[in-house]
């Protein structure tokens, strides 16, 4: 009998495997029929059919770097009317099962590997923190929440309501779901409103005060979709995306006396060949930035632009004096609480927000759908070898912060993925900081430095925010769902600190200070914006000050991150500067 229960398990999992199998290659027979321009970029021709020179050196309209959130709608809509190249360092999404489905969720930002989805850094501030390198940028690795942008937000930068209203629904069209609420969510939704967090908004794209249930990019099977998919919209005839090409500086014309002009750009293939690929001489070819709040900084600052001691410092050949550049980094610190279960729970990433009018969002998570062997597995996170220290500071960096940080993160208990989290978030921290470059190497991450907390009223917000968590996890619904005794703060706090992952150093008044329990357990749900700021470092229509024919279209140019999760509206923000442009240089030709 055992012999046959062993046969029987051996059989499932060999059809798992090949079903795996067969998917994942069923997803690269796909996505190569529909996205037709996708290539290598070692396939890159120094001819083309979008010329317009009189030789054959190819020439572009629009030549887009960071094929991510925002820059894949952004792709798709030039491509209607002009000539696109984008280039993105990662590759593909649509073959990667770490990326594809909601149970590998954990894994993409455990994979710290070369070839990766997701790049892990650490802050100088001793928070572990990721971006992303694969085509749809971070919306292949993040918990997928959508959301729309705050009234006030788009009031104060200045963005036309009309469009933006057009913007937002052409992606939720295509890539966002309403999602089946897991019981975990159901019961946070009622605690939230048991504690005061109300109305109830009911299931909504709007940012509005209250508890509501938001998108998802997770279609109800569980499988991710990126905004990679909004390539789907693009004229195939008129983009050619590259993956695994890695744009190392932008390339500029400096005729003494003008302004330097944008000419193209020079990268690298997954081989380490140099290209260059060049803009037409129209004077409204662009060279657009859409690489995110870090790599966006890092590339403007690698190719001349940038504080004038910073370039000097790296013998950078300087274009341009900004002072700006890489200031006003901000991430929107995040602390949890954890709520242990005797029994499993479905695994939910997030879908219940609780907005709050004392400027704390309220969140949950539950679950882990990684498999047992994973669950200990050493992240690689802090192995000096690998570098990732060494934007730490020495202080923090010590051998037994690291291996105390490997002892937790080794001595987790299984009981820690049976129950979940309560996160609160601050929104429009006042803390901020600031991003310098390490070295010249465009593959290395930069020195980043978010000054979590370093101003008190996000200290006296986190505050508040924990209280809200532990009310919420103390409320006759939520105990009734957990089938728990009601736990006291202290409880709460202590085995809080005990599953917390971060290198910052623990204090023996963790459970009794929530001053010091938010400082010492902060952590990161990926929002951190900043760095290439509107009126510092862009005009209003985000082209790079003092420059020709250079944009920038992603999240550093925020100086808050949009509504609950910032992803929604960097998304319409791509496809809405599309529209933007191409009106602006079409008018009612450009159709869209």
Request: glycine share 8%; aromatic share 8%.
């Amino acid at each position: 009998m055992a012999a046959f229960v062993g046969a029987v398990k051996l059989f499932i999992s060999l059809v798992l495997w090949l079903n795996t199998l067969s998917s994942i290659q069923g997803a690269r027979d796909f996505y190569e029929f529909r996205y037709p321009f996708i290539k290598r970029a070692s396939s890159f021709s120094s001819s083309s059919s979008f010329s317009s020179s009189s030789n054959d050196e190819v020439r572009y309209d629009y030549i887009i770097v960071g094929g991510g959130t925002a820059g894949c709608p952004l792709a798709a809509t030039l491509s209607q009317n002009f000539s696109v190249l984008m280039l993105e360092r990662g590759g593909v999404p649509f073959s990667n099962a770490n990326v594809s489905f909601l149970r590998n969720f954990h894994i993409a930002l455990a994979d710290t590997s070369p070839t990766s989805a997701s790049q892990p850094f650490v802050s100088t501030d001793g928070v572990i923190n990721a971006r992303a390198r694969v085509l749809g940028g971070g919306t292949c690795i993040n918990a997928g929440f959508y959301t729309r942008a705050n009234s006030d937000f788009l009031r104060r930068v200045g963005w036309d309501a009309r469009l933006v209203n057009e913007s937002y629904p052409w992606v939720e069209k295509q890539i966002v779901h309403q999602p089946k609420l897991a019981p975990w969510q159901d019961a946070f939704k009622d605690s939230l409103l048991d504690v005061g967090v109300s109305p109830y908004n009911g299931f909504t794209y709007d940012h509005i005060y209250g508890t509501k249930v938001g998108g998802t990019i997770f279609d109800r099977f569980g499988r991710r979709h990126t905004a990679a998919e909004l390539l789907a919209s693009a004229n195939p005839k008129m983009l050619t995306v590259l993956v695994y090409a890695t744009v190392q500086k932008v390339l500029f014309d400096k005729s003494a006396g003008k302004r330097p002009k944008a000419m193209g750009v020079m990268f690298k293939d997954e081989n380490g060949n140099q290209h260059q690929a060049f803009l037409t001489n129209n004077r409204r070819s662009e060279v657009i930035l859409s690489c995110g709040a870090i790599g966006t900084p890092q590339l403007l600052m690698l190719s001349g632009i940038g504080p004038k001691a910073e370039l000097q410092r790296l013998n950078i050949s300087m274009v341009l004096h900004n002072e700006f550049v890489g200031k006003g980094m901000a991430d929107n610190p995040m602390n949890s609480v954890f709520v242990p279960m005797t029994r499993s729970v479905e695994q939910s990433l997030i879908q219940t927000v609780g907005i709050t009018k004392m400027g704390v969002y309220v969140e949950a998570s539950s679950g882990f759908g990684q498999s047992q062997d994973s669950i200990h597995c050493h992240h690689g996170l802090l192995s000096a070898e690998i570098g990732q220290l060494s934007t730490v500071p020495p202080k923090q960096r010590t051998r037994q912060a690291i291996e105390e940080f490997i002892k937790r993160k080794r001595d987790l208990p299984r009981e820690a993925f049976k129950g979940g989290f309560i996160l609160e978030k601050i929104a429009m921290p006042l803390s901020t900081g600031h991003l310098n470059l390490i070295n010249t190497n465009i593959d290395n991450n930069p020195s980043v430095t978010f000054n979590y907390f370093g101003h008190p009223r996000d200290l006296r917000r986190c505050v508040n925010g924990i209280r809200m968590a532990a009310k919420v996890i103390q409320s006759d619904r939520f105990t009734n769902f957990t089938k728990c005794d009601k736990p006291t703060v202290e409880k709460l706090l202590n085995m809080s600190v005990k599953a917390n992952i971060n290198l910052i150093p623990k204090h023996t008044n963790d459970t009794k200070s929530l001053e010091q329990f938010c400082k010492d357990t902060v952590i990161t749900i990926w929002h951190y914006h900043g760095g290439c700021l509107v009126g510092k470092v862009v005009d209003p229509n985000h082209k790079v000050l003092g420059t020709r024919r250079l944009r920038i279209v992603d999240g550093s140019t925020f100086s808050e991150s949009p509504g609950t999760n910032p992803q929604g509206t960097v998304l319409m923000m791509g496809r809405y500067m599309g529209v933007k442009i191409l009106r602006r240089r079409l008018g009612k030709a450009a159709g869209v």
